[in-house]
């Protein structure tokens, strides 16, 4: 057992969780129509927008991958996280794709392909989003959990003696804990839709920033900053703070990292759903313009976190592990339910807002198209709960009770760079350039996806595995799937003749 | 500028700005859900008193 006290930090933990409730209960009636349900009535203002926006891309995931990147690449780490910042703050300031985006008034990215592309392409977008959105999105609630266990020490063992019901229970607190979490979760999105998600969102960002603040100011205190900067510069040299200098990194790592975020700044849903959901463009622009610099954090607290993890458990400890144990035996009593409420609270933003993001995809985009007559707003909204309810019975069906196989970070990486490579290309093509069309569309998609599986197919091959991870690597593939996309979309294009374009 | 320089510099921009903006973010945020829950309240009003 770790340093939770269950009267305490308990007590803390249960106080978040009803105020979480209560708040994204009490929304539900303000929700009238299928656009208050998916986008707020698209009222929202640029400091909701700010809270919202750093709460839903921050979940327990991203602070376990951040926190690992702290552990083995020291303070260079962060690197992706200052390139995330400088993605968002110029697309913000200039408005590139998100204000075209906004004005169209679309719901969703292939609503707004469909007017350039036609419905084909639309559907094809709708499905590659709604697959690379919930593979990923699958092994956040393990994922979650384990980090949970191990920083309060619960035990995942029967008790000895224990029987029947009981050693099940027991051997399973993991999947029940994060079944009520994903229940409570589900309740209020299923109900309250966008609206709820935004004013929760709010909360679980304040409870969220004091618990990451409280705890990185202990680290600094207790830890100190020398022994971090010295612990970085026994175990990886100048490379710990030079990203191009690091022999893992170096400027492939950075190149793709820079494509990468660039691409979820512009297209991934539950990013663009803020700009979607502002009053206008321009409070959609502010919203990115305000949130950029949090990006930076996202990275270099929990990064600060797992050198701290470094510099106590050495560097032979499990670098994904190694946080979450560190901090289960460093912090104090009242401090560790602050942080598993913020925890908490990061963890059910994310999920709440990618639950409605992808049922507003799949409705909108893959099965709206079907209908043959306009669907009344209290039909629409049923169906839209039926969505997000059904994406919650996946969550627990894939993603906790079916334990993944392989490699965690290899399956994240190529189920986002299917869907960021392809469409990113397809917005800005949709945007800018006047000759894209539906065949220019078609080839980014399939090229966008074949690259990445191809890398995976051939490195686990026995035959080529070897040579692919020498000659051509994880970064070198990815940064491929979004040169050889753009590529696609060019040739494709210009063999369609132009006369025969959908328009509309 | 040395490595841990830049680090420390960024570290500590970082989290000033952090808690700055959550104690603004909480005030505002606080403001921009009356303002977007009174005028979704508004919008409904005006909607069932058109039927």
Known sequence: ?504 | MNGPLFWKILTAACLLWYATITVYVALRGARDIKEMLRSLKENRSSVTSDK
């Open chain 1, 1 to 504: 057992m770790g340093n939770f006290n269950i009267v305490i930090d308990g007590s803390i933990v249960g106080l978040y969780l009803l105020a979480t409730m209560a708040a994204g209960l009490m929304v539900r009636k303000y929700v009238g129509r299928v656009e208050d349900f998916l986008v707020a009535g698209r009222e929202m203002n640029v400091y909701l927008g700010v809270a919202s926006l750093a709460a839903t891309e921050f979940g327990i995931v991203t602070c376990m991958y951040t926190a690992e990147n702290g552990f083995r690449y020291g303070f260079a780490g962060a690197t992706p996280g200052i390139l995330y910042a400088l993605a968002m703050l110029v697309v913000g300031l200039t408005g590139f794709c998100i204000r075209p985006l906004r004005q169209s008034g679309v719901m969703t990215l292939p609503e707004l392909f469909e007017r350039r592309f036609g419905p084909g392409v639309r559907r094809a977008a709708g499905v590659v989003i709604v697959l690379g959105g919930l593979l990923n999105m699958g092994v956040f609630l393990r994922t979650g959990g384990e980090f949970l266990v191990q920083v309060t020490g619960f035990s995942l063992q029967a008790a000895p003696g224990a029987a029947g019901l009981a050693a099940w229970m027991q051997a399973h607190t993991l999947e029940l804990a994060m079944t009520a979490l994903l229940l409570m979760v589900a309740a209020y999105t299923i109900l309250g839709g966008m609206l709820s998600v935004l004013v929760t969102d709010y909360l679980q960002f304040i409870v969220m920033s004091a618990g990451l603040l409280a705890v990185t100011a202990l680290i600094l205190v207790k830890v100190g900053w020398g022994r971090l900067v010295a612990t970085v510069q026994a175990v990886h040299g100048s490379g710990g703070f030079n990203p191009f200098s690091h022999p893992q990194m170096g400027w492939p790592y950075v190149l793709f990292n820079a494509l990468l975020n660039l691409a979820a700044v512009l297209t991934w849903m539950a990013v663009i759903q803020r700009v979607l959901a502002a009053k206008d463009a321009r409070t959609g622009q502010k919203v990115y313009t305000r949130t950029s610099f949090f990006f930076v954090a996202r990275f270099l607290i929990p990064g600060i976190w797992g050198i701290a993890a470094l510099a106590a458990l050495g560097p032979g400890a499990d670098s994904l592990q190694a946080m979450p144990r560190f901090l289960g035996a460093f912090l104090p009593v009242g401090l560790m339910g602050l942080l598993v409420a913020a925890m908490l609270a990061a963890d059910m933003s994310t999920d709440s807002s990618y639950m409605l993001t992808w049922a507003s995809v799949i409705y909108n985009d893959i099965i709206a198209p079907f209908r043959r007559r306009n669907w009344s707003e209290r039909r629409g909204l049923r169906l839209n709960r039926l969505i997000v309810a059904g994406i919650g019975l996946f969550l627990l069906a894939y993603g906790l009770w079916y334990p993944l196989q392989g490699d965690l970070w290899t399956y994240l990486g190529i189920t986002g760079t299917i869907y960021l490579s392809s469409m990113s290309v397809l917005l800005i093509a949709c945007c800018y350039w006047r000759r894209a069309n539906s065949w220019g569309a078609v080839a980014a998609i399939a090229v966008g996806a074949l690259v990445p599986v191809l890398y995976l197919v051939l490195e686990q091959m026995p035959g080529t595995s070897t040579w692919v991870r020498g000659n051509i690597g994880p970064y070198f593939s990815g940064i491929a799937a979004y040169v050889l996309a753009a590529a696609a979309m060019i040739a494709g294009s210009l063999l369609k003749p132009a006369r025969r374009e959908v328009t509309k």
